[in-house]
C-alpha cells in the first residue's frame, strides 16, 4: 500500500486545538477528520514569526498574491488532483505562477478540498489580482506585481513538502522586487 505519511516521526502541526480554538478538522468528511486526530502528531512551533517591518508606503509599493487555491493559466500544467485521489492525505506540493492580467476567462482551478465554481466566478474570493490592480489605478497601491502565485493549500500532514516552492516563490518575489506579499488561504 505505500509509505503512511503519518508514520513519519519528524511530521508535526504545531498543538491541537485549545478550548475555543479553531478547529482545523472541522468541515472534513467524520471518518477523515478522526484519521488526522488520531495520527498527526503535534509539536512545537518556532517561539518567534520571522517578521519584515513595512519600510515603504503602501501607495509606493509593489504587491503579490499568494493563493492557496490551486490554481493555474489556462494552458499551464494543472495541480495533481488523481495523485490525491489516489492518496487522499497527499496533496501536490508545486506551485504556479499567474500573470498579473489574469481573469476568470484565463484560469483554472484545481482542488479536491474546495467548491472551485465559485473561484472561478469571482477571481476576487481566492485571487484578489484584479482588485489589485483597481487599489493601483486609484494610487492606493504602488502597483501590482507583474506575477502572482498559488499552490494547492492541502497538503496533508507534512508541510515541510511545501518549503522548496516556498523558497521558489519567494526567490520570484525578489527577482521581481515585490515589497508585500498578499496570502489568500482558502
Not at 36 to 48: D, F, K, P, Q, T
Not at 84 to 97: A, M, V
Amino acid at each position: 500500500m505505500g509509505s503512511n505519511p503519518f508514520s513519519d516521526p519528524e511530521c508535526t502541526w504545531g498543538s491541537p486545538p485549545g478550548e475555543g480554538e479553531c478547529d482545523p478538522y472541522r468541515f472534513l468528511e467524520e471518518a477523515l477528520a478522526e484519521l488526522l486526530r488520531s495520527n498527526v502528531r503535534y509539536g512545537g512551533i518556532a517561539n518567534e514569526i520571522p517578521w519584515a517591518e513595512v519600510t515603504k508606503p503602501l501607495s509606493e509599493s509593489r504587491i503579490s498574491v499568494v493563493s492557496t487555491a490551486g490554481l493555474s493559466m489556462k494552458g499551464d500544467e494543472p495541480f495533481d488532483m488523481e495523485g490525491e485521489r489516489r492518496r487522499p492525505s497527499w496533496g501536490d506540493p508545486t506551485w504556479r505562477r499567474l500573470a498579473r492580467d489574469v481573469s476568470t476567462d484565463t484560469i483554472q482551478a484545481h482542488h479536491l478540498h474546495i467548491e472551485t465554481s465559485h473561484l472561478l466566478r469571482d477571481l476576487d474570493v481566492c485571487f484578489p489580482v484584479p482588485l489589485l490592480r483597481e487599489l493601483e489605478a486609484e494610487g492606493a497601491i504602488g502597483e501590482a506585481a507583474p506575477s502572482h502565485y498559488s499552490i494547492m493549500g492541502f497538503q496533508g500532514p507534512d508541510l515541510r513538502r511545501l518549503e522548496p516552492s516556498c523558497h521558489a516563490i519567494a526567490d520570484a518575489m525578489v527577482d521581481e522586487e515585490v515589497d508585500l506579499a498578499l496570502l489568500v488561504p482558502v
